[in-house]
């Protein structure tokens, strides 16, 4: 099973920490990292962009409108795609990473197919 680790925000809002994590929480952050990464837990890691495109087909039409969009009030600054065999083992490695990283909340979402 594979599912989708991320966090929102609105715009121009920073990601919300308990407190800036210190050196020795960033180099148990970055040795936890490895270590998932190694054992195929972490599939990948990264950011999305601010704005979006979005490209709609009406007919024999197709339209390109570049966002920002009025409808989208969350951004996903950050996600991580984890594999792991059930959802309660998706929801121990989530609990465990956000400690490690001090938010107050990370989201999950299977990917199917």
Do not use: N
């Not at 609105?10 to 994590?21: C, T, W």
């Not at 040795?31 to 495109?53: D, M, N, P, W, Y």
């Not at 991580?80 to 059930?86: F, N």
């Amino acid at each position: 099973m594979q599912f989708f680790v991320y966090f929102t925000m609105a715009a121009g809002q920073q990601p919300r920490q308990s407190a800036p994590p210190s050196q020795e929480a960033m180099a148990e952050i970055g040795k936890f990292h490895e270590e998932a990464i190694k054992s195929g837990v972490i599939v990948s890691t990264g950011r999305l962009s601010q704005t979006t495109t979005r490209v709609r087909k009406d007919g024999d039409q197709v339209s390109v409108t570049d966002g920002p969009f009025i409808e989208g009030k969350e951004l996903i600054p950050g996600f991580t795609v984890i594999r792991v065999d059930t959802k309660q083992e998706a929801i121990e490695w989530v609990t465990r990473y956000r400690d490690m990283m001090g938010m107050p909340e990370l989201r999950i979402a299977e990917i199917f197919g």
